[in-house]
């Protein structure tokens, strides 16, 4: 048996190295049982989960020892083997596509849930490669993401791989086209917002608060979409939770316009009233942060500086409000006026042009 192992680990060696190496083209019937062969490796029944072994569901999966993979060696090198065939620059995708096809990258996805980080920390890489390379593959991938954020949301709620594929997003996200798709924006408020909905959300909330803020980057006028879907999910009983999403929220707004902020305002400063009055002090704290952030701090000093002039001279803060006013009303008109002579000086020239 030993002698075997020896054997398969010597022969999937000599496949990485002879891949990598570029010696030249591998004929499709190669490439076909090379798919095969890493197929039957791969492809597998996942151990049940530690929760299930042990019967209990209240563990908490961040403090649960994660599963490792006994036959990893053999399987490093299987996965090692996928991975330099999907980057070749000798792969022709117009082959590769017949055998990594939907129902390969769909057995691939399932894998995420694997308990072994190493698995998971291959899979993401093959993955983020297979959606660079077989443009044909992309809307197929997202959405079979989609469907895996959909049953651990409303379902199962716990999945070991939603950190990775959030991770695997982030860099989607980033290279989306503007203006950007209804398909991506409904993403946005049907799956990526309600992931801060689950319990593990610790777990994963780095990646999930990188694409959120992506999105807000992409396309600004999301920022309203993306604050009242964090008021929606806001953890009501969860402290660490309610620490995360206020960080979350500081980074939104650093990318939030005044008219996107305007929309929310009263609901958003409700919630941080709220938490500001918390009893747990890291999250009073947290929301007491959020007064360093331009679209609080500046109305904020504008509105003690005018308290300030007011205090010292009432007079004179009232009569500078009115020329303040009357200066508007002024610059108003004579944009009007302005206005109105071009609008007859076009319909004098369209007349003569008639």
């Known amino acids: 048996m030993a002698r075997e192992k020896e054997i398969k680990t010597q022969t ?69 083997l996928l991975l330099r065939y999907v980057v070749s620059s000798d792969t022709d995708t117009k082959v590769a596509k017949r055998y990594i096809d939907h129902s390969f990258v769909l057995r691939l996805l399932d894998l995420f ?3 072994d980080p190493r ?27 989609n469907n895996i954020f959909y049953r651990f949301i409303y379902e199962t709620g716990r999945h070991s791989g939603i950190g990775e594929l959030l991770e695997i997003l982030g860099s989607i996200i980033n290279g989306f086209a503007l203006p950007m798709k209804e398909e991506h924006k409904l993403f946005l408020a049907r799956a990526l917002i309600p992931l801060h909905k689950p319990k593990p959300v610790a777990m994963y909330h780095q990646q999930l608060s990188y694409c959120i803020t992506q999105f807000v980057e992409k396309d600004y006028k999301l920022a309203d979409t993306v604050i009242m879907g964090l008021l929606k999910y806001w953890p009501v009983t969860n402290s660490q939770k309610e620490v995360l999403v206020l960080g979350e929220l500081e980074e939104v707004l650093e990318a939030t316009h005044n008219v996107e902020f305007q929309r929310c305002m009263v609901p958003l400063f409700r919630q941080i009233a709220r938490s500001l009055n918390s009893y747990h002090f890291q999250v ?22 005018q308290k300030m002039f007011m205090d010292m ?19 108003r008109e004579l944009e009007e006026q ?3 002579k071009w609008q007859q000086l076009a319909a004098a020239a369209a007349a003569q042009g008639g």
């Open 338 to 340: 302005q206005e109105t």
């Open 119 to 145: 698995e998971r920390e291959y899979l993401k890489t093959i993955l983020h490669r297979i959606y660079g390379k077989f443009m044909v593959h992309r809307p197929f991938i997202r959405k079979a993401i």
């Open 284 to 305: 009073a704290e947290r929301a007491l942060f959020l007064w360093n952030n331009d679209h609080i701090a500046v109305h904020g000093l504008t509105v003690n500086v």
């Open 113 to 115: 849930d694997s308990e």
């Open 12 to 80: 999937l060696v000599e496949l990485v190295d002879f891949i990598q190496s570029g010696s030249g083209k591998i004929t499709e019937a190669n490439q076909e049982e090379m798919i095969k062969m890493i197929s039957l490796n791969i492809f597998r029944s996942l151990p049940p989960a530690s929760h299930e072994n042990t019967g209990s569901e209240n563990i908490d999966p961040e403090e649960e020892d994660p599963y490792l993979e006994p036959s990893w060696p053999h399987l490093q090198l299987v996965y090692e």
């Open 313 to 331: 001279d009432a007079e004179l803060f009232e009569q500078c409000q009115r020329q303040y006013i009357e200066r508007e009303l002024r610059s």
